[in-house]
């Protein structure tokens, strides 16, 4: 069945938008990311963070594919080493959130993110997440140098 372009309609804002900040990211949220209380369970808010954080990669132009396959001489594996979260409001079911997230600093084989999950202007929820990218050994590798001045907003250049 043909769907008269409408599914490159649909898929244009399926992962965001780049800022000048960094990331864009709205979701709703579902049944699903709740507890029997009709509140977003606490866990579920690490989930919609790794939405934002994969598809500001994505629209950076650095794909999770490519990078297993190794299409870039090597397999790269990123990897969360540390994030710090702050819970200050709660999300409920049909919400439609925003997930923010920016780029704070990068130093060799580490980047350090920021990410702010709003409720309209509400700040919900808010994360500081450190990762890094490793080599198939296991070993960190440093962050490529192409890939900084994607990652890095304007505003911290």
């Known amino acids: 069945m043909d769907d008269h372009g409408e599914s490159a309609t649909l898929c244009a804002g399926l992962s965001g938008a ?3 900040f960094g990331h864009r990211l709205m979701a709703r949220v579902y049944y699903a990311d709740t507890d029997f209380s009709g509140v977003v369970y606490h866990a579920r808010y690490l989930e ?3 939405r934002g954080r994969s598809d500001y990669l994505r629209l950076a132009g ?3 594919t490519e990078l297993a396959e190794g299409k870039h001489g090597e397999k790269i594996i990123w990897v969360v080493r540390r994030m710090e979260i702050d819970f200050r409001g709660s999300a409920r ?3 439609i959130l925003t997930i923010e997230t920016r780029t704070e600093d990068i ?3 580490r980047i350090f993110m920021a990410q702010q999950l709003k409720r309209g202007s509400e700040v919900l ?3 500081r997440v450190e990762a890094a ?3 198939e050994n296991g070993r960190p590798r440093r962050f490529p140098k192409e890939w900084i001045a994607a990652f890095m907003p304007k505003t911290n250049r």
């Open 93 to 95: 079911m049909d919400d």
């Open 18 to 20: 780049l800022t000048e």
């Open 48 to 50: 919609f963070f790794e």
């Open 133 to 135: 990218i490793i080599g």
């Open 125 to 127: 929820v808010e994360a």
């Open 107 to 109: 130093s060799g084989a």
């Open 62 to 64: 650095v794909h999770h």
